[in-house]
């Protein structure tokens, strides 16, 4: 046994010489290992001062235990204003430590192999935040690898909000244990409980109110499939057939070059309905495309799920670039500048009172009248 061990890994040693990644002279990705939280956070910081004209940081917020919730924006430097913004975070699941890796793989190739990656970046601007989760992270590496939400305090010694419940999308409906603190499901205390899940809608916001908000994109692991909304509810969104369209592009492309095969599918027909996701408030608030891509958990034929040996980091998060570049493909080519992004989506969604679905209703018709006489006022 000992020695078929030692086969194998001098096998995989023999077949990836080298396991980091960069060119001479630029900061180099180390796949050989998943990355601490301050490990993420001095890579970003010398990525941001080897290209501080293509590479933006940003303190964006605090955790509960003031960790920092640092985002980086990637643009191609040319200073060209008005243009469209791709959305990525990563890791709101703590123990999905691949996501963290496959993001700073994204931002990596983005940044420092940027003249591969030219096209993405002419007319969009990148947006990513790789460590969603920063305590949840350090507390699944060090203490309890099985470990999901972030590290608040419920009461009754039990911690943790899961991030990916905590948004006001049909929030808390769907199971019992969403209201449950002492289980990994707790959909938190309130909508945007959590200061993790407020920064994520925050820039959606932002996003969406300047115009640029195009796709968001939220890295998880192990399923091996591609979601699009809704999934706090059955029926299609206006755009099923665009985000299908897309889903399955990314998804022929992964197959066709790693033979990993992931599914495309609405988020709804995984697991059922749940309320709170990030991906169905994404697209709530107006990103016309929004994705959860579940990223393999498959290695040397073995299925790791959530924790991949360190000799498949390199292998998983290059076979996920070759996903989020497929996407990225799709939406620049869905939504060139000369194409209006579709108004916010009015359908209401609410999990108040049904007089404020009303209200939401009213909002939106009147939102439509002033965009309406505003074109004509204009034209
Ligand atoms: C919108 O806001 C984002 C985030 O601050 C910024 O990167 C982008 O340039 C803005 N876009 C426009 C069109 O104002
Ligand atoms: C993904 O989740 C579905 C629903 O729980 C399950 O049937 C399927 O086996 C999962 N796939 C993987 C690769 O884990
Ligand atoms: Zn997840």
């Known amino acids: 046994m000992r020695r078929a061990l030692c086969a194998i890994m001098l096998f995989v040693a023999s077949v990836d010489p080298?396991?980091?990644?960069?060119?001479?002279?630029?900061?180099?990705?180390d796949l050989s290992h998943y990355y601490s939280y301050e490990g993420v956070m001095d890579y970003l910081d010398t990525l941001a001062k080897d290209y501080p004209n293509r590479v933006f940081l940003k303190d964006a917020g605090r955790t509960y235990e003031n960790r920092m919730l640092k985002t980086i924006t990637i643009s191609n430097g040319d200073g060209v204003p008005g243009k469209r913004t791709i959305f990525m975070d990563a890791e709101l699941h703590a123990r999905e430590w691949m996501t963290p890796m496959a993001a700073l793989y994204a931002i990596h190739q983005l940044v420092?192999?940027?003249?591969?990656?030219?096209?993405?970046?002419?007319?969009?601007?990148?947006?990513?935040?790789?460590?969603?989760?920063?305590?949840?992270?350090?507390?699944?590496?060090n203490s309890d690898r099985w470990w999901r939400n972030n590290r608040?305090?419920?009461?009754?010694?039990?911690?943790?909000?899961?991030?990916?419940?905590?948004?006001?999308?049909?929030?808390?409906?769907?199971?019992?244990?969403?209201?449950?603190?002492?289980?990994?499901?707790?959909?938190?205390?309130?909508?945007?409980?959590?200061?993790?899940?407020?920064l994520v809608r925050d820039i959606m916001h932002e996003l969406v109110d300047n115009g640029s908000g195009t796709m968001y994109l939220s890295l998880h692991t192990a399923n091996r499939s591609m979601f699009y909304p809704w999934v706090y509810e059955s029926s299609p969104t206006r755009n099923h057939h665009e985000l299908k369209e897309i889903a399955r592009f990314?998804?022929?492309?992964?197959?066709r070059e790693t033979g990993t095969q992931i599914k495309p599918k609405q988020a709804y027909y995984y697991g059922g309905m749940v309320g709170g996701t990030s991906l169905d408030y994404a697209f709530k608030v107006g990103f016309p495309l929004s994705f959860v891509f579940e990223m393999s958990g498959l290695a040397f034929g073995v299925e790791y799920k959530f924790f991949p040996p360190p000799t498949a980091i390199r292998r998983l998060t290059a076979e996920t670039w070759v996903g989020i570049r497929a996407l990225a493909e799709k939406a620049i080519e869905k939504y060139p500048p000369g194409r209006a992004i579709p108004a916010i989506q009015r359908k209401p969604v609410s999990n108040r009172a049904p007089g404020s679905q009303d209200l939401n209703i009213l909002v939106g018709l009147l939102s439509t009248l002033l965009a309406y006489v505003a074109s004509h006022l204009t034209s």
């Open 152 to 198: 608040s305090p419920n009461g009754r010694q039990c911690f943790g909000t899961n991030l990916n419940r905590n948004f006001d999308v049909a929030w808390g409906q769907g199971y019992s244990e969403l209201a449950d603190p002492c289980t990994e499901s707790y959909a938190g205390s309130e909508p945007f409980s959590e200061a993790e899940a407020r």
């Open 250 to 255: 990314a998804t022929d492309r992964i197959l």
């Open 18 to 29: 080298s396991a980091t990644l960069g060119n001479v002279g630029s900061p180099e990705l």
């Open 112 to 141: 420092v192999n940027f003249a591969e990656n030219a096209d993405l970046l002419k007319n969009f601007n990148w947006i990513v935040l790789p460590l969603a989760n920063p305590d949840g992270y350090e507390f699944s590496r």
